[in-house]
């Protein structure tokens, strides 16, 4: 049995100093003891997916962040995992809990199953794995090797911890969140004459951004691919998969990187996937953050399927998770005038367009681990 303390110690002098996950009890200590670090950050996801795609925009922002979560929420996570971390070479570590643990006391009956096949799991998702240190003597050289393993490999490692392995720490300071009152909402009054196709968009976006100053993420789908042929720049990263991760990515970004203009360009169907997303948001209310979402109410790239976003209002929803701002509009002037007032975040944008994409518009040529690395690369430089 280690420390948390010491664990937590141990890490951050290698470099993490970033926590995000969802709570299990085997968890309890290293959660608590993050949570009262002065010197950590610790951002609490609703889902463990979530807590993945939080992890690689601190990544991406040129942190080392580590993601913590039972086993059973394994599951929520394999998408983002196989399509985000592994697809892009963003180097995480990961604790998961061994829950129903076959070779100890039976556990409730809903870890069994899991509880079986957790490495196997993290085996076909070609994710390395050993088991979480429980002797403070061995856990110094430990830690520095997986930081050597993940760094060298640009591969994500998880340490699979077994019940008992950290001391008890009782949490006496909880975490608050710094949202603020006098939230805005704001509804346009735009004619339907004024939307635009997602390509003007963009190019509004090109003409309206700093490749220095502004961070931009721009979600699966056509989105990413039209942010490319408007123009290729090292301050953009396009997503391919891990659908509805774009505000997850742009939350531990600006998080990581305060001094950036970070921008998320997501879609009615991508948010819809993971609205809760938007709640972590409102809780950490980071005031660098826009979150734009583009509404053509379909999954075009699909083949226009329509989404059920006609029937949400999008802009309530962000008000009730406590973004500072909340609008509606469909009008590039408006929306040119509103990128000039630099307005204080975290901010949500919901912004309908009329759908219709180019018969010849073009998949970006550089590779996601290209993308990867020259947008790091971009920030620290």
Known sequence: MISAERFLDEAFKLGFSTYTGVPCSFLKPLINASIESDKLSYIPAVNEGDAVGIAAGVYLGGGLPVVMFQNSGLGNAVNPFTSLIQTFEIPILMIATLRGDPNSHPDEPQHRLMGKITTQLLDLM??????????????????????????????????????????????????????????????????????????????????????????????????????????????????????????????????????????????????????????????????????????????????????????????????????????????????????DSNMKGPNFIHFPIKKGVSSKLPRPSITPKEVAIRFRENIEN
């Open 126 to 339: 070609e994710v390395s794995w050993s088991w979480f240190p429980e002797d403070e003597d061995d856990m110094k050289k430990t830690m520095e090797f997986i930081k050597d393993r993940i760094i060298d490999s640009k591969k994500p490692h998880v340490l699979v911890m077994k019940k008992g392995s950290v001391e008890p720490y009782e949490l006496n300071e909880q975490l608050e969140s710094t949202i603020v009152n006098g939230l805005i909402t704001n509804d346009y009054e735009n004619d339907e004459s004024e939307m635009v196709t997602r390509i003007e968009f963009m190019e509004k976006i090109i003409e309206k951004t700093n490749q220095n100053h502004d961070l931009i993420i721009a979600t699966t789908g056509y989105s990413g691919r039209e942010l490319y042929a408007a123009s290729d720049r090292k301050n953009h990263f396009y997503m391919v998969g891990s659908m509805g991760c774009a505000i997850d990515i742009g939350l531990g970004l600006s998080i990581q990187r305060p001094d950036k203009r970070v921008i998320v360009i997501d879609g009615d169907g991508a948010i819809l996937m993971r609205l809760g997303a938007m709640s972590t948001v409102g809780f950490m209310a980071p005031k660098n953050l826009n979150h734009i979402v583009l509404d053509n109410g379909a999954y075009e790239s699909t083949g226009s399927q329509k989404t059920v976003s006609s029937l949400i209002d999008f802009k309530m929803i962000a008000h009730s998770n406590r973004y500072r701002n909340s609008i509606k509009m469909n009008s590039l002037k408006d929306f040119d005038s509103l990128l």
